[in-house]
């Protein structure tokens, strides 16, 4: 008989009994506690909202998807994906790495010139310089009755961004030695319109005594920074001063320290020599 023609409540079990045919939803009250063997096509489900699904689901059980199956990224790519606004990655793809990626890098060249004098060629395709000069730091005086005295000042620092060069054109430099001036100078001759860049030594120690010694000046820069003051012993506290690039020297009959640093306390008859300056160049 077709179920169409069974009423509900004429049958009382259908335990081990085989339908044929199709059941329509509307002859279904209820699924609950109904196990169902077999597969259901994706034909036979309307909605699976609200539908708790127990046990795993296979990769089998979901549909491949336009992201070919791979991996992505590494030492030389990046992974470049693309997810919609359901959370589902829609889109994945290596990105390689370029030379330029990873190679670029914001450390200048730097010339670093510690003696003497002479003239600095401006490189092929540089037209922008940073130059920092730091004068030579200041010698120590003669010590009075074996006491240790006020030691030599520090060098001063002057550092200046310049612009507009011409590759193949110079700059004059002297780097100064102890107690005397670091420069870099330009004028109309060589086509630049650069002034005087100085950084001035440091003060000497005072000779005999236990006074203080000013640190050296800086001019020409857009940035001028002084060295540090010596302090004698009537101060309260005896040392050589610093440079913007060294520290003040504490040890008694001791140079300074390098660059542009002043020379220690001295207790002894003979000069102690302050450090020499220095002059660099960045692009």
């Given at each position: 008989?077709?179920?169409?023609?069974?009423?509900?409540?004429?049958?009382?079990?259908?335990?081990?009994?085989?339908?044929?045919?199709?059941?329509?939803?509307?002859?279904?009250t209820?699924?609950?506690?109904?196990?169902?063997t077999?597969?259901?096509?994706?034909?036979?489900?309307?909605?699976?909202?609200?539908?708790?699904?127990?046990?795993?689901?296979?990769?089998?059980q979901?549909?491949?998807?336009?992201?070919?199956?791979?991996?992505?990224?590494?030492?030389?790519?990046?992974?470049?994906?693309?997810?919609?606004?359901?959370?589902?990655?829609?889109?994945?793809?290596?990105?390689?790495?370029?030379?330029?990626?990873?190679?670029?890098?914001?450390?200048?060249?730097?010339?670093?010139?510690?003696?003497?004098?002479?003239?600095?060629?401006?490189?092929?395709?540089?037209?922008?310089?940073?130059?920092?000069?730091?004068?030579?730091?200041?010698?120590?005086?003669?010590?009075?009755?074996?006491?240790?005295?006020?030691?030599?000042?520090?060098?001063?620092?002057?550092?200046?961004?310049?612009?507009?060069?011409?590759?193949?054109?110079?700059?004059?430099?002297?780097?100064?030695?102890?107690?005397?001036?670091?420069?870099?100078?330009?004028?109309?001759?060589?086509?630049?319109?650069?002034?005087?860049?100085?950084?001035?030594?440091?003060?000497?120690?005072?000779?005999?005594?236990?006074?203080?010694?000013?640190?050296?000046?800086?001019?020409?820069?857009?940035?001028?920074?002084?060295?540090?003051?010596?302090?004698?012993?009537?101060?309260?506290?005896v040392?050589?001063?610093?440079?913007?690039?060294?520290?003040?020297?504490?040890?008694?009959?001791?140079?300074?320290?390098?660059?542009?640093?002043?020379?220690?306390?001295?207790?002894?008859?003979?000069?102690?020599?302050?450090a020499?300056g220095?002059?660099?160049?960045?692009?």
């Amino acid at each position: 008989m077709p179920l169409s023609k069974i009423p509900a409540n004429g049958i009382s079990a259908i335990a081990n009994t085989a339908i044929s045919g199709n059941i329509v939803s509307s002859q279904i009250t209820s699924v609950s506690n109904t196990q169902i063997t077999g597969l259901i096509a994706n034909t036979q489900i309307a909605n699976v909202s609200n539908t708790k699904i127990v046990g795993l689901i296979t990769a089998t059980q979901l549909a491949n998807t336009a992201v070919t199956a791979g991996i992505y990224g590494g030492a030389n790519n990046s992974a470049s994906i693309t997810v919609d606004a359901q959370g589902r990655v829609t889109s994945v793809s290596n990105v390689a790495w370029t030379s330029t990626d990873i190679t670029a890098s914001p450390i200048p060249t730097i010339n670093v010139l510690t003696s003497g004098s002479g003239t600095w060629t401006i490189p092929s395709g540089v037209t922008k310089v940073k130059v920092t000069v730091v004068g030579g730091g200041g010698n120590s005086s003669g010590g009075l009755y074996g006491y240790a005295v006020s030691g030599g000042a520090g060098g001063g620092t002057a550092i200046k961004w310049l612009s507009g060069l011409t590759p193949g054109k110079t700059l004059d430099y002297t780097v100064g030695a102890a107690a005397a001036a670091s420069q870099v100078v330009t004028g109309a001759s060589n086509g630049q319109t650069i002034t005087s860049i100085i950084g001035s030594a440091g003060s000497a120690g005072i000779s005999g005594g236990s006074g203080s010694g000013d640190g050296g000046s800086a001019s020409g820069g857009d940035l001028n920074i002084a060295g540090q003051r010596a302090l004698g012993s009537a101060d309260g506290a005896v040392y050589g001063g610093g440079s913007h690039f060294a520290a003040a020297q504490f040890n008694t009959n001791t140079a300074g320290n390098i660059p542009g640093g002043g020379a220690g306390p001295q207790s002894s008859g003979s000069t102690i020599s302050g450090a020499r300056g220095v002059i660099i160049f960045e692009y």
